[in-house]
């Protein structure tokens, strides 16, 4: 053996030599057929995931360092184990690609990190007077399905509009079944109230169809039978309701009206554009379909930054459609990799056709860049948005089963003395922190409520949210909650959960936040519909950012209890009585509450507050027995 042979053997291996090494072993016994491969760590941790129509070639390209770019350097360098898997075909490999990536999430990957379901309009078809709602998840309730929809805002503006349009109930079963009056939903337009007789069964099932039609893309037929329907009502001299077919019109015009973009002939379709800066990508997708906008979603993609766009949106694509259906087409503004084989793939599953298209002119090459200018605002914003908060959005997504972050929370909470000068409060706050100029304070007004904080927060929540109603029904504002946090335990929620129901909201989330034993702070414990009450561990960052909510809101009530309380010292009816000045005065109001239970105390009663001699309890006691 030569000398320098011996020499190249005395040196110690690099760490790319070490993983190619591992590699050649494996590549001896490897099969030339399509396939999965995975390279490990050395704790067997997966470092990454790739497909091949032929697995001995690429699998072999890895051990020839000069043609490899340095990310795939450093992982080869990190290797010291491979697993495969054998498939029939390419496609097959790429569908097990995307699930092992999901499944392990390797670091040399492109992770989408999307483990949110998408919103779907569903119109129930397993009671007589069918449900229309927003439904996530698996669909297993019979009914027709409409969407995805880009957010839990875009299908709730559609929702609202569908109900202005269509009038179908929205409200659970078992709350239809218990109705003996008509809900708010009937007097503001959006229900014909099936619950209690108002429209038959016959009339109630067109307005179904009617809503499963418009929501299939047929808008023009709709609205020519409607105008029919409104002409005919008007010869035969029923204006009542040539008038609401008239306003149901309208509504469905401004739905029209209402889709900012618009491409003729698009129909079903996704619009796919990415942006990248400093090494990280945003991905702007938006949902098309029947013609109609069904909103805008943004993703940020976990990968490294030497990844190509090309190789970025095959992975993306492959991850993003593992559980949807696509539509027949998909607009790009980039070229992809394995675009025969993905568009065979997609295919399959969605059982019709499925192209990718980079257009290169026209409304579609517009609409492309429409998307990609605001994927590249939202990864600006994204870049800029301060991270300690949005981790623990983040995390009170998790621990309450959002569908998404929560862009505004609204905690609400009650502040009185048995009943006197009673205030409900409202903070809300959001990824800047808290929003103090949309604090809102509310008087209490009902004679019922006093003392009763089960019935204050009823008033409350009914006024806050009727309001939104009446001057933001599209929920465009930014004031309507994502999350509602309010102070108490079940029976609470129970009494939220009853108003949020009556004023047709069952799809805000509501959760009561309690003190634990002794209300010691740091063992609170949360109150959910349909789960059991649980607590957060002690050192739970997300922990003490609801108990600083819950705070805050304590603290604006107290504050607003207090001004109307002192406010209230001045006006007390106490002014004209001997030898009361300012301090005394209070001291009766914070003791009895009001100036009617201090006009009916006892003289003892009186004796006892803290300042009040024996001779000032009897001046008291004496002037209101002489003025009653």
Request: with cysteine.
């Amino acid at each position: 053996m030569s000398e320098d042979r011996m020499q190249k053997l005395k040196r110690p291996r690099t760490g790319f030599e070490t993983g190619a090494a591992v590699l050649r072993v494996q590549i001896k016994t490897m099969p030339s057929q399509p396939g999965v491969y995975r390279m490990v760590d050395d704790k067997g941790g997966a470092l990454y995931v790739g497909k091949a129509k032929d697995l001995k070639k690429r699998v072999s390209s890895y051990t020839q360092r000069a043609r490899l770019p340095h990310r795939l350097q450093r992982m080869v360098a990190q290797t010291r184990g491979l697993e495969i898997v054998v498939t029939r075909t390419e496609a097959e490999a790429l569908l097990l690609e995307a699930n092992f990536i999901q499944r392990f999430e390797p670091p040399f990957n492109l992770l989408l990190l999307d483990d949110k379901s998408y919103p779907y309009i569903l119109i129930t078809r397993d009671h007589d007077f069918p449900q229309i709602l927003k439904h996530r998840g698996a669909k297993k309730r019979k009914g027709w399905y409409f969407g995805p929809f880009a957010s839990a805002g875009a299908v709730n503006e559609t929702l609202t509009l569908l109900q202005r349009g269509f009038m179908l109930r929205n409200c659970s079963d078992s709350f239809f079944a218990n109705r003996t009056r008509p809900c708010l939903q009937y007097h503001i337009k959006r229900c014909t109230a099936p619950c209690v007789g108002k429209v038959t069964k016959e009339d109630y099932a067109k307005q179904v169809e009617e809503a499963c039609s418009f929501l299939k893309g047929k808008n023009q037929e709709i609205q020519k039978q409607l105008a029919a329907e409104m002409e005919q009502s008007s010869d035969a001299l029923d204006f009542e309701l040539a008038a609401k077919l008239r306003d149901r019109i309208r509504v469905l015009t401004s739905m029209q009206a209402r889709q900012d973009i618009h491409v003729a002939g698009l129909k079903d379709a996704d619009i796919i554009a990415l942006h990248q800066h400093a090494g990280r990508t945003a991905i702007q997708v938006f949902f098309f379909r029947a013609d109609r906008n069904y909103g805008a979603r943004t993703f940020f993609p976990s990968h490294d930054k030497q990844l190509p766009v090309g190789e970025i949106l095959s992975a993306f694509l492959a991850q993003f459609y593992a559980d949807k259906i696509a539509p027949p087409s998909i607009l790009l503004n980039h070229k992809t990799n394995d675009a025969e084989i993905l568009e065979q793939v997609l295919s399959e599953q969605a059982q019709h056709n499925v192209a990718l298209i980079v257009p290169k002119r026209g409304d579609k090459k517009h609409i492309l860049e429409h998307a990609r200018k605001n994927a590249e605002e939202a990864l600006a914003r994204r870049m800029s948005e301060h991270s300690e908060q949005a981790k623990l959005l983040g995390r009170v997504a998790d621990i309450f089963g959002l569908a998404e972050v929560p862009r505004r929370i609204e905690v609400y909470d009650n502040s009185h003395i048995s009943g006197s000068n009673a205030v409900g409060a409202m903070i809300a706050a959001g990824p800047d922190g808290f929003l103090k100029k949309t604090y809102r304070k509310f008087n209490i007004r009902s004679a019922k409520g006093e003392g009763d904080d089960y019935a204050m927060m009823d008033e409350v929540l009914t006024r806050r949210f009727r309001r939104l109603i009446d001057e933001d029904p599209m929920r465009q504002s930014g004031l309507w909650p994502d999350l509602v946090l309010i102070d108490g335990g079940q029976g609470q929620l129970g009494k939220v959960l009853a108003v949020m129901q009556e004023l047709g909201l069952p799809d805000i989330a509501v959760v009561g936040i309690a003190k634990g034993p002794d209300r010691n702070a740091g063992r609170e414990r949360f109150f959910m519909e349909g789960r059991a009450p649980f607590s957060l561990p002690p050192d739970d960052p997300a922990l003490y950012y609801l108990q600083r909510l819950r705070d805050e809101a304590h603290r604006f009530a107290i504050g607003a209890h207090r001004s109307k309380r002192i406010k209230a010292i001045g006006q007390s009816g106490l002014e004209d009585v001997p030898g009361i000045g300012a301090l005394r005065k209070r001291a009766l109001l914070h003791h009895f509450g009001s100036a009617k239970a201090v006009a009916g105390a006892g003289l003892e009663e009186l004796s006892r507050v803290p300042g009040i001699s024996h001779s000032v309890a009897q001046k008291i006691h004496d002037y209101f027995r002489e003025r009653g």
